[in-house]
């Protein structure tokens, strides 16, 4: 069993940045950030395999937000910048132990964080 343990979010104002952090206690073949706004679904936002480092990204974040790992910490990070309102949500790491890793596909995902909360205004 790999834990995740989220860090990072906040409030920030429209145009601002976070980086937000996840931790796993164990192997994982490729991790993502996914994220849930108020009455709205849980969405995926980026993908990393730990491997070859091969990033992916939602269309809503192309271009602001940047995916990366230390692969020596077990962590990955997500770079927010250019932050909007509309990014407000609760946003979670998940980790997949291998196969397809795909934003679309959230069931892949066998290990999920607690969340941590961003939060941005206009």
């Known amino acids: 069993q790999v834990q995740l343990v989220e860090s990072g979010g906040g409030s920030v104002q429209a145009g601002g940045s976070l980086r937000l952090s996840c931790v796993a206690s164990g192997y994982t073949y490729c991790m993502a950030w996914f994220r849930q706004a108020p009455g709205k679904e849980r969405e995926g936002v980026a993908r990393i395999y730990s491997g070859s480092g091969n990033t992916y990204y939602a269309d809503s974040v192309k271009g602001r937000f940047t995916v990366s790992q230390d692969n020596a910490k077990n962590t990955v990070y997500l770079q927010m910048n250019s932050l909007k309102p509309e990014d407000t949500a609760m946003y979670y790491c998940?980790?997949?132990?291998?196969?397809?890793?795909?934003?679309?596909?959230?069931?892949?995902?066998?290990?999920w964080g607690q969340g941590t909360q961003v939060t941005v205004s206009s």
């Open positions: 998940a980790a997949s132990r291998g196969g397809i890793c795909a934003l679309s596909r959230q069931s892949g995902y066998n290990y």
